[in-house]
């Protein structure tokens, strides 16, 4: 069964520090997804892309954040320069269809030191 | 303000018997709704989804929703102690910007 699928499982990195989260979401799906979940707390959409363009973003998602599909099946998000706050589980998804339900990758864990 | 609520538990039921797992939302003209479970340190694993007002079926999980009271609900039937996860509530405007409830965690006792 397809899946969506996350690189690295776990990343550890400095306060200041850029990072890259990478994301392979289902092959013939259109709409991808990020999310982070922060320990103990709920799921918090940060952004959603969809033809090469971001179609809605969250208040979370400021100008440190962007997000890339730089070949057919790779979809990333950038944190240009990491807070302590940003430790969280980093989950990308993805849709096939405008209404339909998404699907998870196993996350990322960012750890910021 | 898009807000989903859920009773964040714990819900305890013995195993066999029915849970039942409640969300209210803000956003009268949300579209989508969605019941995933997430396991202690894992991803959300899609359940259920549903769009229009009633019911909708799934082996033993029955999902519910009624647009006008804002109201989506889970029923678990004959409940096994594999079911204790916690459940999490999406709901969707136009799958641009879906968010989640707090969720509510669940356990099944054998």
């Known amino acids: 069964e397809p899946e969506v699928t996350q690189t690295p499982s776990h990343q550890v990195t400095q306060m200041g520090q850029e990072v890259i989260l990478r994301c392979v979401p289902i092959?013939?799906?259109?709409?991808f997804y990020w999310y982070r979940q922060i320990l103990g707390q709920k799921v918090e959409f940060l952004v959603s892309?969809?033809?090469?363009?971001?179609?809605?973003k969250s208040e979370i998602f400021d100008d440190q954040f962007s997000v890339e599909r730089p070949d057919g099946s790779n979809f990333t998000l950038k944190i240009r320069s990491t807070k302590l706050e940003d430790s969280a589980m980093y989950f990308c998804?993805?849709?096939?269809?405008?209404?339909?339900?998404?699907?998870f990758g196993p996350g990322t864990r960012l750890t910021v030191t | 303000q898009k807000e989903v609520e859920q009773n964040s538990g714990p819900l305890s039921v013995p195993e066999g018997a029915i849970a039942s797992l409640n969300c209210t939302y803000s956003?009268?003209?949300?579209?989508?709704f969605f019941w995933y479970r997430q396991y202690s340190g894992k991803s959300p694993e899609l359940i259920m989804s549903?769009?229009?007002?009633g019911d909708k079926e799934d082996g033993r999980f029955t999902a519910q929703l009624n647009k006008a009271s804002q109201y989506v609900s889970l029923l678990i039937r004959d409940s096994q102690p594999s079911d204790s996860a916690t459940y999490l509530c999406?709901?969707?405007?136009?799958?641009?910007?879906?968010?989640f409830g707090a969720g509510t965690r669940l356990t099944v006792k054998p």
């Open positions: 998804a993805s849709s096939g269809d405008s209404q339909g339900p998404q699907y």
């Open positions: 092959s013939n799906h259109l709409y």
């Open positions: 892309f969809y033809n090469n363009e971001i179609s809605e």
């Open positions: 956003d009268r003209g949300s579209q989508s």
């Open positions: 549903i769009y229009s007002n």
């Open positions: 999406a709901v969707s405007y136009n799958n641009n910007d879906m968010r």
